[in-house]
Structures are given as C-alpha cells and as structure tokens.
C-alpha cells in the first residue's frame, strides 16, 4: 500500500498569509504514460464531507478560489493557501488514487493566529 | 444538480450488519466509479473499496475484504454498502463518492460525496 504523510499535523497562520501544506507518498505517484500526478487536495469543514480542491497534483477543481494552488511530482506535493480567510479553516487532507487500495494523508488542521 | 443521497444514521450493536445506500442523480450513472470511504469520529478518511455501476465489478480493500459488499441497482441509480460483523471499531460516518478520471478509468479523484450515514455500533 502506498503511505500518505503530511506536515505539519496543524498550523495557525495570521488572516492574509500565507498556508502551506506539506504531503509525501511512500512511492512516486507520476504515470510515466501520461505524465500525470495521481494526487489529490480535499478540504474537510465540521460536520460536512471533504471537498475536492486539487487534483492532478496541481489542477484546481471549478469553483475553488484561485488563493489555493497545489503543487509538486513524484512524491512530494504541497498545498498554498496564499491569503488565509476565516472559511479556510478545516482539516486537509492529501489522497493518492495511483493504485488501490486509495489512502489519504493523516490530515493537516489550518486555523487562524 | 449531481448529487449523491445517502441513507440516514442506524444505529447497531456488535455483531450485527449494516447496509446503507447511496443514490446517484443528476449525471449518468453508468459512467463513474463509485467508492465507500469511512471516518471514525475525530480521525481520518479511510477508502474501502468501489464498484462499477455500469458492470457491477468491485474491488474491496483487503481490511474489509472478509465482510463488505458493494452491490448495485442500476433502476433506482443507487449502490449499497453492506458490512458485517460490526464492532465498536465500525463506529464511523460511512461517505459513498464519485470518481472523476476523464477517461473512465478506475483510477480517479473524488468530485462528488454524499452527505455521509453515521453508524455507532455500540451494545
């Protein structure tokens, strides 16, 4: 199976800086075939499912403000909120969908300073 | 709208079963994979396996293999996650999710979740 880590477990940021969240798999997570990166961002707010963010390691799901970009190939990825706002508050979560079994991130807690 | 309905909370005592159920509307049914993931109170997100709506094929993740199955009713555009031999370690909200992969792979990221079917297993 392949291990999904992230850091760090949680940060506070001040309203208007910048978030950056860390996310390594146990193996690389890019199809040679199609030069993809089988990785994802999900958002999770209390009480709700996760929300997509980022898929394709950096491609942005419609919708979600231009303020998070997902970056990074092979097996180090990073998630930027690059202006905290109060709705930004939640657990986030990397996900690998390269092979089954599918396995998420342990998750990163964002709260404001 | 694209929406995937779940079924309400059950509650259960250990050693019983539980089938909860999820329907697809709003998109064609037939052309996603759609996956059971699961979260204990307060911890991660844990994927349990998927099921091809269109052929009804499954692949189950090994911790589950012994006791889940995911079936389907293309009629009512709804699939069913059974688990059996509940434990209090079952405790969990139970998500169904769409898989998006552009090409009708198996392999995608989840674009669309269901509201979630909380099951405290509890005696």
């Known amino acids: 199976d392949i291990v999904m880590t992230q850091s760090p477990d949680s940060l506070a940021v001040s309203l208007g800086e910048r978030a950056t969240i860390n996310c390594k798999s146990s193996q690389s997570l890019l199809y040679s075939s199609n030069n993809k990166n089988y990785l994802a961002w999900y958002q999770q707010k209390p009480g709700q499912p996760p929300k997509l963010l980022v898929y394709w390691a950096s491609t942005r799901e419609s919708g979600v403000s231009d303020r998070i970009s997902g970056s990074g190939s092979g097996t180090d990825f990073t998630l930027t909120i690059s202006s905290l706002q109060a709705e930004d508050v939640a657990v986030y979560y990397c996900?690998?969908?390269?092979?089954?079994?599918?396995?998420f991130g342990p998750g990163t807690k964002v709260d404001i300073k | 709208q694209m929406q995937l309905v779940q079924s309400g909370a059950e509650v259960k005592k250990p050693g019983a079963s539980v089938k909860v159920s999820c329907k697809a509307s709003g998109y064609t049914f037939s052309g996603y994979y759609l996956h059971w993931v699961r979260q204990a109170p307060g911890q991660g997100l844990e994927w349990m396996g998927r099921?091809?709506?269109?052929?009804?094929?499954?692949h189950y993740a090994q911790n589950f293999q012994a006791r889940v199955t995911m079936t389907r009713d293309t009629s009512i555009t709804t699939i069913y996650m059974e688990l059996l031999r509940l434990t209090s370690d079952d405790t969990a909200v139970y998500y169904c999710a769409r898989a998006r992969s552009g090409n009708g792979s198996p392999l995608g990221y989840f674009d669309l979740w269901g509201r979630g079917t909380l099951v405290p297993v509890s005696s």
């Open positions: 099921i091809n709506p269109n052929s009804g094929e499954t």
């Open positions: 996900q690998q969908y390269y092979s089954t079994p599918f396995t």
